[in-house]
């Protein structure tokens, strides 16, 4: 991380989690957030420190992509399933492709209206799935797929490692047959 002192950061390039001064030091604005009194860049962009009312901000340089914010819709892969919680990887937020690496939570309670008693009947690691962010909380990216818009986009057996056809019956594997069970999204393989 850079350490240099506000007052020579003004107008420089930063990066997410660069620290940019202190709350005791300075008011956090747009484009910041703090964690244990420090205030750090939450985007790519130029930061701004405004001595005369101390606060310290950062104009984003890559408009519209920065991060995931709480009510986009995200796609992401399945990196790791547990039987309450799902880590997806995020690659795009709306129609755009983020050049950072974002890592979201979706929890057993928010898969759908419906009880779900296991993460293992909603993805697989390796899915690619649809969701909606409820919460950055805490710097980590809570997801919902209570929408019949939101759930799996793309599943393989796992198997085989196939693309799973969506059947009456459930995810069937047309190469070695096997049935398993998601949470699919209404547009599932288009």
């Not at 910041?32 to 009312?53: H, M, P, Q």
């Not at 997801?143 to 059947?167: I, P, Q, R, W």
């Amino acid at each position: 991380m850079n350490s240099r002192p506000p007052d020579q950061k003004s107008g420089q390039l930063v990066l997410p989690g660069e620290r940019l001064g202190v709350i005791e030091e300075f008011v956090p604005d747009a484009g910041t957030y703090v964690e244990n009194g420090v205030i750090y860049s939450k985007v790519v962009g130029r930061a701004l420190v405004d001595f005369s009312s101390r606060r310290v901000s950062v104009y984003s340089l890559i408009h519209g992509a920065g991060v995931p914010k709480v009510g986009v819709t995200v796609l992401g892969q399945v990196s790791g399933v547990q039987s309450n919680t799902a880590n997806v990887r995020i690659f795009k937020v709306g129609n755009k492709e983020l050049s950072g690496v974002f890592t979201g939570v979706l929890h057993v309670s928010d898969v759908a209206m419906k009880y779900i008693e296991s993460m293992f009947e909603v993805c697989k690691a390796g899915d690619i799935l649809r969701a909606m962010v409820i919460s950055d909380k805490n710097r980590t990216y809570h997801l919902s797929t209570k929408d019949k818009e939101l759930g799996v986009v793309y599943a393989f057996c796992t198997n085989c490692g196939h693309m799973l056809e969506l059947k009456r019956q459930g995810m069937h594997c047309p190469n070695c047959g096997r049935i398993e069970k998601r949470k699919t999204a209404l547009d599932y393989a288009k």
